[in-house]
């Protein structure tokens, strides 16, 4: 798989190493069911430590992104592409919002009130 | 996923590729009729030598001889016809050879060939002057040096063969990075790939084998003694090189390529991109390199443990090394990318 970190982030470590990924699933890299590679080969082609990788990997997995299994190790969720895709549109309206000076809450009536 | 990949050689790459295609065909075709014309005149000269002298020949005549006395013999027409079947049965073998695996066994099929078919002309040569203007067999002249200047001549054969086949077959294969696949990068984007391959069957090997070795560990330390450690050793080499090539991992990033090995990421190679000339895909099959593991061939290095695409990278000094991941055509194009930054 190919991972396009974005070297001007400026979010913690682990946000750009799990926000990597996402965008990887996204773009159709790690198709769903698919394996991910293991954790330490990952950290060392990122150059970040192994903790941070695991990390971002379990904020992955609470994201429903990824699945953790026994045995079969880290692998990509079913429908995770389409939900990492939103999830990184959610991300941006998000980022809009608090540029243009609504708060989350604002934004979560803004949506509550679409019909 | 392969948009990204820039798979077009540029202009004057291009062109070379054209030409080279021609030339290749036409060395193809070359190299297919003098490969024919060989075969025939091998089978020719082993049926008409002695035909030609059947006048002056006993039959049955000798073929076969104990030191200086013949001991065996063969009617006039097998042997004639047990040559040529011989001569058949190694066409055949080098047939089926071209077509599993293909343009790399050239070499092998055309120093089996020379050498083969030297063999059998300058055995019936011998056996024929032998028996030449002889009663019978078992009056056959005794054959010396003849069956040494056979064999010199067969071995020479042997190494005149492969050289003639080099000459004329090398195809065109891409010079620098430049010519080799590239990923659209914009400037400033880093980029990292990561790909593995498992073999279980390998991994099986290497259980069973270390089980083995374990096994016969215990009964040596248990007072069994010599016959068990004698089976240790060649457990213990098994299990651990199976293991070591049961699963591969290869990562390119800004640093180059690492292809590490076995469960453990250990041992490993790396390649800066400093290092690397050009990268590409290539599809290969287990019978062109040799069989699974960790190969040295005519091909370089291969790390093979499943047939089909392989990340081949050709350094600046040394041989090729290549090694079977999915998805090499973009770890060759990113590997290209990284190495043609650092030179510009």
Not at chain 1, 23 to 30: D, F, Q, S
Not at chain 2, 68 to 91: K, N, Q
Not at chain 2, 104 to 115: C, K, S
Not at chain 2, 290 to 296: F, I, P, S, T
Request: proline share 6%.
């Amino acid at each position: 798989m190919l991972l396009k970190p974005d070297a001007a982030d400026s979010r913690p470590l682990h946000e750009q190493v799990a926000g990597a990924i996402r965008r990887a699933v996204a773009e159709g890299e790690c198709t769903p069911g698919e394996r991910l590679p293991p954790a330490r080969e990952l950290a060392r082609a990122l150059e970040v430590n192994a903790n941070t990788v695991l990390r971002a990997l379990r904020v992955l997995r609470d994201e429903g992104v990824l699945e953790f299994r026994r045995g079969r190790g880290i692998t990509v969720a079913r429908g995770a592409d389409r939900r990492s895709e939103l999830l990184d549109s959610a991300r941006r309206l998000v980022a809009d919002a608090a540029n243009a000076g609504y708060s989350r809450e604002e934004l979560v009536e803004m949506i509550r009130g679409l019909k | 996923m392969n948009d990204g990949v820039n798979g077009d050689r540029q202009g004057a790459g291009a062109g070379a590729g054209a030409d080279g295609t021609g030339s290749t065909d036409t060395a193809k075709w070359a190299s297919r009729a003098a490969t024919a014309l060989w075969a025939a005149t091998v089978a020719v000269l082993l049926l008409a030598l002695p035909w030609a002298a059947h006048g002056r020949l006993p039959d049955p005549l000798a073929t076969h001889w104990d030191g200086r006395t013949a001991d065996g013999s063969m009617s006039l027409t097998a042997s004639a016809a047990f040559p040529a079947a011989c001569w058949a049965v190694a066409l055949a073998a080098a047939a089926v050879a071209r077509r599993w695996a293909g343009a790399p066994a050239r070499t092998w099929v055309g120093a089996g060939l020379g050498f083969g078919g030297v063999l059998l002309v300058g055995a019936q040569a011998a056996i024929v002057h032998a028996n030449l203007d002889r009663p019978d067999w078992q009056h056959a002249r005794p054959l010396g040096p003849e069956v040494a200047a056979v064999l010199v001549a067969a071995v020479a054969a042997g190494l005149l063969g492969p050289w003639l086949a080099h000459r004329r077959g090398r195809g065109p294969r891409p010079a620098t990075a430049a010519d080799g696949p590239r990923l659209d990068l914009p400037e400033g984007q880093r980029a990292v790939w990561l790909s593995r391959t498992v073999n279980p069957w390998l991994g099986l090997l290497a259980a069973a084998s270390g089980l083995g070795a374990a096994g016969s560990a215990l009964a040596a330390l248990g007072g069994l003694g010599g016959p068990a450690w004698a089976l240790f050793a060649p457990c213990a080499v098994v299990a651990v090189a199976a293991a070591g090539c049961s699963s591969v991992q290869a990562r390119v990033t800004e640093r180059g390529l690492d292809v590490t090995f076995g469960p453990f990421g250990w041992p490993a190679r790396h390649w800066s991109p400093a290092d690397v000339a050009a990268a590409r895909m290539e599809r290969r099959t287990p019978a062109q390199v040799g069989g699974w593991g960790y190969r040295l061939s005519g091909l370089g290095t291969t790390v093979m443990l499943r047939r089909g695409e392989c990340l081949v990278v050709r350094p600046h000094r040394g041989v090729e090394f290549a090694v079977s991941v999915d998805d090499a055509e973009r770890g060759a194009a990113l590997l290209n990318t990284v190495a043609a930054r650092r030179a510009g």
